[in-house]
């Protein structure tokens, strides 16, 4: 029988703004979203105090202030710093992990005694918070769908932040309880549609027949049947190599001068390219969007994208970001207030696997070393310590983040100070 356990970091976003605060430990705290918009985040004592995910910020104002709850704007550059310090901690003690999310990783534990699972949990949660101050829950199971539900528990129903499924002889009576919607893997679409056939808990769902599974819906489903009864049909995906790249984000206000919204381009081409360059990947093409905002319906309302392909897989900044601005030229139109634009790198090919063009005469390597400098500088010293200029200085279009905490581990004037 298979071992597996996912590893979940409790309230993430809000554990990472604790670290460096210790002031808002047992206090309610909550994220907000891009643009402060909508709560992405909340502490133990927030959820208590019935505020629900997703809820709009300016919905749950008064009870906010009326219970002194502090509210942060999203630090992704601090959070992905905390996770990727997670991620390596764990690596450093199990190393056949897939790391599933910014705050979740699976874990392989087929090499260690069933009898000692517990004990090894407890190792890794002690290690990770010693090494990052991150709070982690444990959930272990015989197949990474039950280990997803074992993590819950964990998480909610026990003190220690650990739950071995193997070890229950209620199984069946744990999953009872959980909605079929509520099963890793299983969409909204698919929920509404096994309700309608009677299936409505995820007990109900591993003791349907699989034929009828498959005819009805599809393998995938059928392999959640089987992880269900604790067959392991999903094994560990030690490949993180993404086959596209995005990045996108709403601008703090509408607009319509084209300079911001290059401006714009520019940086998320800028971040989309170090993605790149990480997992050791090149693009082929690039797609760009630009849209305004579908909610404002008193707007004109626009969106138009543009694709454009290389004729040899590049991971160079310059050349995509000069690619994106014109793009951008081609669909921009002077009518319109701008809500959102956005670049998705496409058709990534490993760096080593570059195939060389009988006519076209590239100086990879020298274009490769530059890239290879600008990183090491940026990872040294601070992101955007150098950058190109048509990233600009000023950035208007910028998301809202009015409440934003320091940039603990990113940047060097926000470091922690010591007297």
């Known amino acids: 029988m298979s071992k597996f356990a996912l590893l979940d970091c409790n309230n993430f976003y809000v554990s990472c703004e604790r670290l460096f605060n210790p002031s808002l430990n047992n206090k309610p705290v909550l994220v907000l979203s891009n643009n402060d918009g909508c709560i992405v985040a909340r502490s133990n004592e927030a959820k208590k105090l019935g505020i629900p995910m997703g809820a709009p910020y300016h919905h749950y104002r008064q009870v906010i202030e009326k219970n002194n709850i502090a509210v942060f704007s999203s630090n992704y550059q601090f959070y992905g710093d905390m996770s990727q310090r ?151 995906n030690l490949s993180t190599t993404k086959k596209s790249i995005g990045s996108s984000k709403s601008f703090g206000k509408l607009i319509i001068e084209i300079e911001k919204i290059e401006e714009a381009i520019s940086n998320y081409a800028a971040r989309a390219c170090e993605k790149l360059r990480t997992q050791k990947s090149k693009t082929n093409g690039i797609y760009v969007f630009l849209k305004t905002n579908p909610f404002r319906k008193n707007e004109p309302q626009y969106q138009k994208s543009a694709t454009l392909g290389f004729d040899l897989p590049t991971s160079d900044t310059g050349l995509i970001i000069r690619s994106a601005k014109n793009l951008i030229k081609r669909i921009y139109d002077n009518r319109y207030r701008y809500h959102k634009c956005g670049i998705i790198l496409l058709d990534l090919v490993p760096e080593n696997q570059i195939q060389s063009h009988l006519f076209i005469k590239y100086d990879e390597y020298r274009k490769d070393n530059l890239m290879k400098v600008l990183d090491n500088i940026n990872k040294s010293m601070g992101r955007k310590t150098i950058f190109h200029a048509s990233q600009g200085i000023k950035y208007e279009w910028e998301t809202r983040r009015n409440k934003v905490s320091q940039h603990y581990t990113t940047k060097w004037e926000d470091l922690p100070k010591i007297y």
């Open 86 to 236: 997670v991620m390596d901690s764990l690596s450093m003690i199990i190393p056949n992990i897939e790391i599933y999310s910014i705050d979740e990783a699976f874990i392989h534990l087929d090499n260690f005694n069933s009898n000692n699972l517990t004990d090894i949990a407890k190792h890794i949660r002690n290690k990770i918070f010693m090494w990052t101050g991150i709070p982690t829950s444990i959930g272990i199971a015989p197949t990474k769908t039950l280990s997803k539900i074992a993590n819950r528990i964990a998480k909610k129903h026990r003190a220690n932040g650990i739950f071995d499924i193997h070890d229950s002889s209620t199984k069946d009576k744990i999953i009872s309880d959980i909605p079929v919607e509520d099963i890793w893997g299983i969409s909204y679409r698919w929920g509404r549609k096994l309700r309608a056939l009677g299936i409505s808990s995820a007990l109900e769902l591993k003791n349907t027949d699989t034929k009828f599974i498959r005819n009805n819906f599809s393998i995938v489903l059928e392999r959640i049947v089987y992880e269900l009864r604790g067959l392991s049909c999903i094994d560990i």
